[in-house]
Nanobody
Framework: QVQLVESGGGLVQAGGSLRLSCAAS?????????MGWFRQAPGKERDFVAA????????AYADSVKGRFTISRDNAKNTVYLQMNSLKPEDTAVYYC?????????????????WGQGTQVTVSS
């Protein structure tokens, strides 16, 4: 079993920045694994935010965050990050990290096997 724990959420004013972290523990994959970030606003479906391959060489972003958010990872620490800049009120949501085995990146929630508990991000106008 793999456990994912997100941290770094909070309340920030529009235009501000936050960095989310997701630490993986437990039976971390013996080989390569992909990571992703998703978010869910109240009353809405969970949406893809960003994804990163095992090597970190390939990334993907939702159009709504492209140019503002950056996903990265430190495999030595089993941790993935989401740097969020120029935050907008519409970025307010619970942010979840996800993991699955594989060398590529994945943008659909159903493609992931493990999920964290989520961290709240609130952007005030």
């Amino acid at each position: 079993q793999v456990q994912l724990v997100e941290s770094g959420g909070g309340l920030v004013q529009a235009g501000g920045s936050l960095r989310l972290s997701c630490a993986a523990s437990g039976r971390t994959f013996s080989s390569s694994y992909a990571m992703g970030w998703f978010r869910q606003a109240p009353g809405k479906e969970r949406d893809f935010v960003a994804a990163i391959s095992w090597s970190g060489g390939s990334t993907a972003y939702a159009d709504s965050v492209k140019g503002r958010f950056t996903i990265s990872r430190d495999n030595a620490k089993n941790t993935v990050y989401l740097q969020m800049n120029s935050l907008k009120p519409e970025d307010t949501a619970v942010y979840y990290c996800a993991a699955r085995s594989g060398t590529g990146y994945y943008i659909k929630g159903r493609e992931y096997d493990y999920w964290g508990q989520g961290t709240q991000v609130t952007v005030s106008s």
